[in-house]
């Protein structure tokens, strides 16, 4: 299994160094970090070059999408999955450059994979968000249809005891999506900028 984690990240530089600290504590780290810088201008590039160049051949490698223009998140993200799916990732990791994953996710994320039926199948495994040490229950939510519009609710605290549960609205925090099921059905629509 290939998994490649992508981030996106604009004119944060002094977070993204501690970002991708964070993803070189992982136990099991994942087999490709991809940044997509769009087009900062804050140092971010000269932090990306040195980044790229002095990466531990025994752990991740290191791959930079520089963008020519703020796409936004959206667009950041369409390039980064785009660009996951063309080093032949079977899941590909989302997250912003102010997300910063505990050092265990991705041995937890290969171990959940590996002891759930039917993995191959589900689209994306969600992990928690915290914010200040408590779970943010917005960036997971399901859809519902009203009588006039679609309302989101947002996953309610109790579910997450569950070692899995439905989940069809996601923010771009900790999630590994199925390569294959996102190519089915398209990468995200780099028109919406942010959402």
């Not at 160049?53 to 390039?79: C, H, I, K, L, Q």
């Not at 063309?86 to 290969?110: H, K, M, S, T």
């Not at 009203?146 to 900790?174: H, K, T």
Request: proline letters at 3%.
């Amino acid at each position: 299994m290939k998994l490649v984690a992508v981030i996106v990240t604009y004119n944060r530089v002094a977070m993204l160094a501690d970002c991708l600290a964070a993803y070189e504590r992982q136990t099991h780290p994942p087999d490709v970090v991809l940044v997509v810088d769009n087009a900062s201008s804050d140092g971010t590039a000269e932090l990306l070059h040195d980044w790229a160049r002095s990466g531990d051949p025994a752990s991740s490698d290191r791959v930079v999408v520089r963008m020519r223009e703020n796409v936004g998140g959206s667009g950041g993200f369409f390039a980064g999955t785009r660009a996951a799916l063309g080093l032949g990732a079977d899941w590909i990791w989302v997250a912003d450059d102010d997300a910063f994953p505990e050092p265990d996710v991705f041995q937890r994320l290969v171990r959940h994979l590996a002891e759930s039926k039917g993995a191959g199948e589900t689209a994306a495994v969600c992990s928690e968000v915290r914010r200040h040490g408590e779970r943010e229950l917005i960036s997971r939510q399901v859809r519902r249809k009203g009588l006039i519009r679609l309302r989101f609710e947002s996953i309610p605290d109790r579910a997450y005891s569950s070692r899995q549960f439905q989940c069809n609205d996601f923010s771009y925090v900790g999630v590994a999506m199925n390569a294959i099921h996102l190519a089915q059905v398209g990468l995200i629509d780099r028109r919406l900028f942010i959402w």
